[in-house]
């Protein structure tokens, strides 16, 4: 069955339909691009190990993120090793977690193996660190990917970690801002992905894409933030921040609901 415009529910934003096109054509096309982006997104990148671009040739790509969790999970004790180590030999502990393709410089750069990191490791299991042993932690475009449950346990891990006095740092995708811009004047979904047919197909992308398996606004991270024992949780702008070094990823900018806060001295 198809849907006249006159059946859409959710509002229209003209400027997506690309008349004379008919509906099959404009979404046959979509389903092109997307492909396409798949593919990019699968393929080498300049900051996997050689170990990741052997395993990208060898493991099918719907299996690659358990392949590449089960191998992490393997080299715990090594790692766990390695994590005293580091901590017993940097006097400046500051922790960028799920640090993907983006290693930064003067932080302790923790993901799974395959990506340039200090520390291998699966959050799933904690933060290997000591308590109070951490002046900052920071986070971007990881909380999205892990279930809110086990979010929050996270966000207990950070607050054991941090020094009082500390800062954590989070970034997420802002799911309200874009869940706004559909209800209003469609602005911010177009500027964000641009050229889909509809714009609640743009705005499942965010849902449902890229093993995201939790969303965020500023009201919901700031609970998360709260129930871990972070009091007084602040909105942040991209770069403005407390920390000594803005660690935010520049790609990031236009995306993402930054959230920072201290650990309580008393
Ligand atoms: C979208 S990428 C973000 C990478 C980087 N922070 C950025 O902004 O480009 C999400 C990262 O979180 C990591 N991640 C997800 N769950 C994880 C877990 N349980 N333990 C360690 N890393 C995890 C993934 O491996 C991936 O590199």
């Known amino acids: 069955m198809s849907h006249s415009p006159a059946s859409h529910t959710g509002p229209m934003h003209p400027t997506r339909r690309m008349e004379p096109m008919d509906d099959r054509q404009q979404l046959e096309n979509y389903f092109a691009t997307v492909d396409e982006a798949q593919l990019r997104l699968k393929a080498t990148k300049p900051s996997d190990s050689r170990l990741r671009v052997a395993a990208k040739r060898l493991v099918p790509m719907d299996r690659r993120s358990q392949a590449r969790m089960a191998v992490t999970n393997a080299v715990r004790p090594l790692e766990r090793r390695k994590a005293a180590r580091i901590e017993a030999t940097t006097p400046r502990l500051r922790l960028h977690l799920g640090s993907g393709g983006e290693h930064k410089e003067g932080w302790i750069n923790v993901d799974c193996v395959g990506d340039p990191v200090e520390l291998a490791w699966n959050l799933a299991h904690g933060i290997p660190f000591g308590d109070a042993s951490a002046e900052a932690i920071f986070h971007e475009h990881l909380f999205e990917h892990i279930p809110l449950r086990a979010g929050v346990g996270l966000m207990d891990e950070c607050f054991r970690v941090l020094k009082p006095g500390g800062i954590l740092r989070v970034g997420v995708p802002d799911a309200g801002a874009l869940i706004r811009s559909y209800v209003g004047d469609g602005e911010y979904v177009d500027a964000l ?74």
């Open 193 to 266: 992905h641009p050229g889909r047919p509809t714009g609640l197909i743009a705005v499942q992308e965010l849902f449902y894409w890229h093993e995201h398996v939790t969303m965020f606004d500023d009201e919901t991270l700031a609970m998360v933030f709260r129930a871990g024992g972070f009091p007084d949780p602040v909105r942040r702008k991209y770069g403005d921040t407390d920390l000594e070094w803005v660690p935010d990823t520049d790609t990031r900018a236009s995306q993402t609901l930054y959230m920072e806060a201290r650990k309580p001295l008393g």
